[in-house]
Protein backbone atom coordinates (compact mmCIF):
# COMPACT_ATOMS: atom_id res chain seq x y z
CA UNK A 1 0.00 0.00 0.00
CA UNK A 2 2.59 2.57 0.59
CA UNK A 3 4.69 1.69 -2.54
CA UNK A 4 1.48 2.44 -4.29
CA UNK A 5 0.72 6.02 -2.13
CA UNK A 6 4.57 6.72 -2.53
CA UNK A 7 4.03 6.30 -6.28
CA UNK A 8 1.02 8.52 -6.49
CA UNK A 9 2.58 11.28 -4.28
CA UNK A 10 5.66 11.47 -6.77
CA UNK A 11 3.92 10.99 -9.86
CA UNK A 12 1.76 13.99 -8.43
CA UNK A 13 4.05 16.31 -6.77
CA UNK A 14 7.52 16.22 -9.62
CA UNK A 15 5.07 16.00 -12.79
CA UNK A 16 2.90 19.58 -11.90
CA UNK A 17 5.74 21.78 -11.55
CA UNK A 18 7.62 24.34 -13.74
CA UNK A 19 10.12 26.04 -12.09
CA UNK A 20 12.61 23.47 -11.13
CA UNK A 21 13.30 20.68 -8.64
CA UNK A 22 13.35 23.09 -5.86
CA UNK A 23 10.00 23.70 -6.07
CA UNK A 24 8.70 19.63 -6.47
CA UNK A 25 11.23 18.63 -3.39
CA UNK A 26 9.07 21.30 -1.31
CA UNK A 27 5.74 19.85 -2.50
CA UNK A 28 7.33 16.43 -1.54
CA UNK A 29 8.54 17.44 1.66
CA UNK A 30 4.59 18.34 2.50
CA UNK A 31 3.32 15.64 1.31
CA UNK A 32 6.27 13.23 3.00
CA UNK A 33 5.37 15.16 6.26
CA UNK A 34 1.57 14.75 6.21
CA UNK A 35 2.07 11.07 5.13
CA UNK A 36 4.33 10.70 8.44
CA UNK A 37 7.51 9.35 5.93
CA UNK A 38 9.99 12.34 6.89
CA UNK A 39 10.15 15.02 9.35
CA UNK A 40 11.98 18.17 9.09
CA UNK A 41 15.68 16.54 9.71
CA UNK A 42 15.10 13.82 7.60
CA UNK A 43 14.24 16.80 4.54
CA UNK A 44 17.27 18.66 5.42
CA UNK A 45 19.37 15.61 5.35
CA UNK A 46 17.41 14.37 2.03
CA UNK A 47 18.16 17.73 0.78
CA UNK A 48 21.78 17.56 1.34
CA UNK A 49 21.86 14.04 -0.32
CA UNK A 50 19.96 15.32 -3.56
CA UNK A 51 22.74 18.17 -3.92
CA UNK A 52 25.83 16.19 -3.69
CA UNK A 53 24.12 13.07 -5.63
CA UNK A 54 25.51 13.79 -9.34
CA UNK A 55 23.00 14.27 -11.65
CA UNK A 56 18.99 15.71 -11.43
CA UNK A 57 18.57 17.15 -8.08
CA UNK A 58 15.02 16.20 -7.78
CA UNK A 59 15.64 12.41 -8.80
CA UNK A 60 17.65 11.72 -5.97
CA UNK A 61 15.35 13.37 -3.90
CA UNK A 62 12.71 10.93 -5.13
CA UNK A 63 15.24 7.75 -4.60
CA UNK A 64 16.38 8.44 -1.44
CA UNK A 65 12.65 9.26 -0.03
CA UNK A 66 11.21 5.61 -1.96
CA UNK A 67 14.13 4.13 0.13
CA UNK A 68 13.42 5.23 3.53
CA UNK A 69 9.80 4.75 2.91
CA UNK A 70 10.05 1.29 0.96
CA UNK A 71 13.62 0.40 0.58
CA UNK A 72 14.90 -0.31 -3.21
CA UNK A 73 11.36 -1.21 -3.97
CA UNK A 74 10.22 2.21 -3.03
CA UNK A 75 13.66 3.78 -4.84
CA UNK A 76 13.15 2.58 -7.87
CA UNK A 77 8.93 3.05 -8.09
CA UNK A 78 10.10 6.77 -7.64
CA UNK A 79 12.61 7.57 -9.77
CA UNK A 80 10.32 6.43 -12.38
CA UNK A 81 7.25 8.46 -11.82
CA UNK A 82 9.40 10.77 -11.35
CA UNK A 83 11.24 10.64 -14.50
CA UNK A 84 9.59 8.77 -17.13
CA UNK A 85 6.38 10.89 -17.89
CA UNK A 86 8.38 14.11 -17.91
CA UNK A 87 10.55 11.80 -20.61
CA UNK A 88 7.58 11.34 -22.67
CA UNK A 89 6.38 14.56 -23.18
CA UNK A 90 10.16 15.95 -23.74
CA UNK A 91 11.01 12.99 -26.48
CA UNK A 92 7.41 14.25 -27.69
CA UNK A 93 7.50 17.57 -28.36
CA UNK A 94 11.05 17.02 -29.63
CA UNK A 95 9.92 14.85 -32.47
CA UNK A 96 6.85 17.80 -32.95
CA UNK A 97 9.73 20.05 -33.01
CA UNK A 98 11.41 18.01 -35.48
CA UNK A 99 8.67 18.31 -37.79
CA UNK A 100 7.50 21.63 -38.45
CA UNK A 101 10.73 23.56 -37.78
CA UNK A 102 11.42 23.46 -41.38
CA UNK A 103 8.37 26.38 -41.43
CA UNK A 104 10.18 29.65 -41.31
CA UNK A 105 7.73 31.09 -38.94
CA UNK A 106 8.44 27.57 -36.49
CA UNK A 107 11.81 29.27 -37.19
CA UNK A 108 11.59 32.27 -35.50
CA UNK A 109 9.62 31.74 -32.35
CA UNK A 110 11.97 28.75 -32.00
CA UNK A 111 15.34 31.64 -32.23
CA UNK A 112 13.45 33.68 -30.07
CA UNK A 113 12.70 30.61 -27.73
CA UNK A 114 16.03 29.59 -27.62
CA UNK A 115 17.11 32.77 -26.48
CA UNK A 116 15.19 32.64 -23.44
CA UNK A 117 16.41 29.05 -23.00
CA UNK A 118 20.04 30.72 -22.93
CA UNK A 119 18.69 32.67 -20.17
CA UNK A 120 17.15 29.85 -18.39
CA UNK A 121 20.61 28.29 -18.55
CA UNK A 122 22.61 31.81 -16.71
CA UNK A 123 19.88 31.54 -14.05
CA UNK A 124 20.67 27.83 -12.98
CA UNK A 125 24.37 28.67 -13.23
CA UNK A 126 23.37 31.99 -10.71
CA UNK A 127 21.42 29.71 -8.36
CA UNK A 128 24.23 27.39 -8.12
CA UNK A 129 27.20 30.13 -8.01
CA UNK A 130 24.35 32.48 -5.05
CA UNK A 131 25.53 30.48 -1.87
CA UNK A 132 28.96 31.04 -2.35
CA UNK A 133 29.10 34.60 -3.53
CA UNK A 134 29.40 36.17 0.29
CA UNK A 135 32.09 37.70 1.98
CA UNK A 136 33.79 34.66 3.44
CA UNK A 137 33.94 32.45 0.17
CA UNK A 138 34.49 35.46 -2.22
CA UNK A 139 37.97 35.01 -3.18
CA UNK A 140 37.78 30.92 -3.31
CA UNK A 141 34.70 31.38 -5.30
CA UNK A 142 36.70 33.86 -7.86
CA UNK A 143 40.38 31.26 -7.34
CA UNK A 144 37.57 28.39 -8.94
CA UNK A 145 35.98 30.52 -11.35
CA UNK A 146 39.40 32.00 -13.02
CA UNK A 147 40.39 27.88 -13.07
CA UNK A 148 37.76 27.00 -14.90
CA UNK A 149 37.98 30.20 -17.26
CA UNK A 150 41.79 29.03 -17.86
CA UNK A 151 41.13 25.54 -18.13
CA UNK A 152 38.27 25.91 -20.52
CA UNK A 153 40.03 28.58 -22.69
CA UNK A 154 42.54 26.04 -22.49
CA UNK A 155 40.04 23.41 -24.28
CA UNK A 156 40.16 20.89 -20.90
CA UNK A 157 37.53 18.79 -20.64
CA UNK A 158 35.03 19.25 -18.30
CA UNK A 159 35.73 16.28 -16.14
CA UNK A 160 38.87 16.96 -15.79
CA UNK A 161 37.76 20.82 -14.98
CA UNK A 162 35.74 19.02 -12.10
CA UNK A 163 39.22 16.71 -10.69
CA UNK A 164 41.13 19.98 -10.66
CA UNK A 165 38.62 22.04 -8.95
CA UNK A 166 37.98 19.52 -6.55
CA UNK A 167 41.56 19.33 -5.81
CA UNK A 168 41.95 22.69 -5.27
CA UNK A 169 38.89 23.03 -2.80
CA UNK A 170 40.07 19.89 -1.11
CA UNK A 171 43.38 21.76 -0.73
CA UNK A 172 42.54 25.24 0.06
CA UNK A 173 39.29 24.47 2.31
CA UNK A 174 36.15 26.45 2.53
CA UNK A 175 34.04 28.34 4.97
CA UNK A 176 32.30 26.40 7.80
CA UNK A 177 28.52 26.52 6.28
CA UNK A 178 25.27 25.22 7.56
CA UNK A 179 23.33 25.44 4.27
CA UNK A 180 24.14 23.30 1.63
CA UNK A 181 25.08 24.67 -1.67
CA UNK A 182 21.36 25.82 -3.52
CA UNK A 183 21.21 24.07 -6.69
CA UNK A 184 18.76 24.31 -9.72
CA UNK A 185 17.13 20.58 -10.45
CA UNK B 1 26.98 6.39 -33.29
CA UNK B 2 25.72 3.54 -31.84
CA UNK B 3 23.22 3.85 -28.33
CA UNK B 4 25.06 2.58 -26.10
CA UNK B 5 27.75 4.87 -27.05
CA UNK B 6 25.47 7.66 -26.67
CA UNK B 7 24.46 6.17 -23.30
CA UNK B 8 27.91 5.91 -22.27
CA UNK B 9 28.64 9.72 -23.43
CA UNK B 10 25.16 11.11 -21.91
CA UNK B 11 25.78 8.85 -18.52
CA UNK B 12 29.18 10.23 -18.72
CA UNK B 13 27.79 14.18 -18.53
CA UNK B 14 24.76 13.35 -16.16
CA UNK B 15 27.30 11.41 -13.57
CA UNK B 16 29.82 14.17 -13.28
CA UNK B 17 27.36 16.99 -12.53
CA UNK B 18 25.52 18.35 -9.49
CA UNK B 19 22.32 20.14 -11.43
CA UNK B 20 20.26 19.53 -13.73
CA UNK B 21 21.68 21.99 -16.73
CA UNK B 22 25.09 21.29 -15.11
CA UNK B 23 26.09 18.33 -17.66
CA UNK B 24 25.73 21.11 -20.74
CA UNK B 25 28.93 21.32 -20.70
CA UNK B 26 30.39 18.01 -21.42
CA UNK B 27 27.37 17.36 -23.33
CA UNK B 28 28.20 19.95 -25.79
CA UNK B 29 32.23 18.95 -25.73
CA UNK B 30 31.42 15.19 -26.07
CA UNK B 31 28.12 15.28 -28.46
CA UNK B 32 28.89 18.93 -30.34
CA UNK B 33 32.32 19.38 -30.88
CA UNK B 34 33.67 15.91 -30.98
CA UNK B 35 31.16 13.64 -32.32
CA UNK B 36 29.45 15.88 -34.37
CA UNK B 37 26.34 13.70 -33.39
CA UNK B 38 23.76 17.23 -32.68
CA UNK B 39 24.32 20.77 -33.60
CA UNK B 40 24.87 23.87 -31.02
CA UNK B 41 21.06 24.74 -32.44
CA UNK B 42 19.85 21.14 -31.85
CA UNK B 43 21.82 21.60 -27.86
CA UNK B 44 19.66 24.90 -27.25
CA UNK B 45 15.93 23.24 -28.62
CA UNK B 46 17.14 20.56 -26.61
CA UNK B 47 17.08 23.01 -23.24
CA UNK B 48 14.19 24.51 -24.83
CA UNK B 49 12.08 21.73 -25.01
CA UNK B 50 13.36 20.39 -21.35
CA UNK B 51 12.38 23.87 -19.67
CA UNK B 52 9.29 23.86 -21.37
CA UNK B 53 7.91 20.71 -19.60
CA UNK B 54 7.03 20.16 -16.40
CA UNK B 55 9.20 17.65 -14.24
CA UNK B 56 12.80 17.65 -13.98
CA UNK B 57 15.08 20.04 -15.13
CA UNK B 58 17.86 17.80 -16.49
CA UNK B 59 15.23 15.56 -18.32
CA UNK B 60 16.24 18.12 -21.49
CA UNK B 61 18.87 15.54 -21.84
CA UNK B 62 15.78 12.89 -23.08
CA UNK B 63 15.54 15.66 -25.92
CA UNK B 64 19.48 15.33 -26.56
CA UNK B 65 19.29 11.43 -27.40
CA UNK B 66 16.46 11.87 -29.57
CA UNK B 67 17.98 14.66 -31.68
CA UNK B 68 21.16 12.27 -31.70
CA UNK B 69 18.99 8.94 -32.37
CA UNK B 70 15.69 9.30 -32.56
CA UNK B 71 13.28 7.12 -30.01
CA UNK B 72 16.65 4.57 -29.13
CA UNK B 73 18.24 7.95 -28.26
CA UNK B 74 15.68 9.20 -26.07
CA UNK B 75 15.23 6.08 -24.08
CA UNK B 76 19.24 6.23 -23.81
CA UNK B 77 19.15 9.79 -22.43
CA UNK B 78 16.27 8.86 -20.05
CA UNK B 79 18.42 5.67 -18.89
CA UNK B 80 21.31 8.14 -18.83
CA UNK B 81 19.15 10.55 -16.53
CA UNK B 82 17.89 8.00 -14.20
CA UNK B 83 21.13 6.28 -13.41
CA UNK B 84 23.18 8.59 -10.99
CA UNK B 85 20.62 9.07 -8.86
CA UNK B 86 20.96 5.64 -7.78
CA UNK B 87 24.00 6.95 -5.76
CA UNK B 88 21.48 8.57 -3.48
CA UNK B 89 21.27 5.64 -1.28
CA UNK B 90 24.81 4.80 -0.47
CA UNK B 91 25.48 8.56 0.15
CA UNK B 92 22.92 9.05 2.81
CA UNK B 93 23.94 6.27 4.19
CA UNK B 94 27.56 7.91 4.13
CA UNK B 95 26.97 11.05 4.57
CA UNK B 96 26.65 11.18 8.48
CA UNK B 97 30.13 9.88 8.43
CA UNK B 98 31.92 12.13 5.99
CA UNK B 99 30.51 15.36 4.92
CA UNK B 100 31.24 16.62 8.27
CA UNK B 101 35.06 16.40 7.01
CA UNK B 102 35.64 19.75 6.05
CA UNK B 103 37.99 18.77 3.01
CA UNK B 104 35.61 16.51 1.89
CA UNK B 105 32.99 19.18 1.90
CA UNK B 106 35.48 22.09 0.64
CA UNK B 107 35.93 19.65 -2.73
CA UNK B 108 31.99 18.97 -3.14
CA UNK B 109 31.78 22.56 -2.76
CA UNK B 110 34.54 23.35 -5.32
CA UNK B 111 33.00 20.86 -7.96
CA UNK B 112 29.63 22.72 -7.72
CA UNK B 113 31.19 25.59 -8.41
CA UNK B 114 32.69 24.71 -11.23
CA UNK B 115 29.94 23.39 -12.26
CA UNK B 116 28.11 27.09 -12.25
CA UNK B 117 31.26 28.60 -13.97
CA UNK B 118 31.30 26.15 -16.95
CA UNK B 119 27.55 26.71 -17.45
CA UNK B 120 28.22 30.57 -17.84
CA UNK B 121 30.77 29.96 -20.20
CA UNK B 122 28.02 27.34 -21.64
CA UNK B 123 25.55 30.48 -21.63
CA UNK B 124 28.07 32.54 -23.85
CA UNK B 125 28.59 30.35 -26.46
CA UNK B 126 24.75 29.46 -26.54
CA UNK B 127 24.05 33.05 -26.41
CA UNK B 128 26.23 34.05 -29.45
CA UNK B 129 24.64 31.13 -31.53
CA UNK B 130 20.96 32.37 -30.72
CA UNK B 131 21.92 35.65 -31.06
CA UNK B 132 23.71 34.84 -34.64
CA UNK B 133 20.50 32.57 -35.65
CA UNK B 134 18.06 34.61 -35.27
CA UNK B 135 20.10 37.79 -36.69
CA UNK B 136 19.94 35.28 -39.92
CA UNK B 137 16.37 34.97 -40.21
CA UNK B 138 15.82 38.56 -39.46
CA UNK B 139 17.64 39.22 -42.29
CA UNK B 140 16.32 36.45 -44.71
CA UNK B 141 13.04 37.28 -43.85
Given at each position: MSVRRLGWIVLRDVNR????GIASMELLRRSAAKERWLDERGHAVLTAVSRLTPGTNVLAYCVGLGWLVSGWIGAIVALIVASVPAAVMIAALAATLVRIDRYPIVRVIIAVGVLAATGLVASSAWHLMRPYLNRASAWRTALIAAVVAVLSWLDVTPVRIFLASAAIGALIGMPASADAPSVDS | MSTFALYVLLLKATATS??????LPQIRHD????????TDEQLSQAVLVGRST??????YVVAVGYFAGGVEGAIAGLLAVMT????AVPLLVLMQRWLHVPRVRAAVDAVVMASAALLVVSVVRMASDGAQQFARLVGWM
Open positions: TLGG | FAGMGSLVVTAHAIPGPVGAPAFA
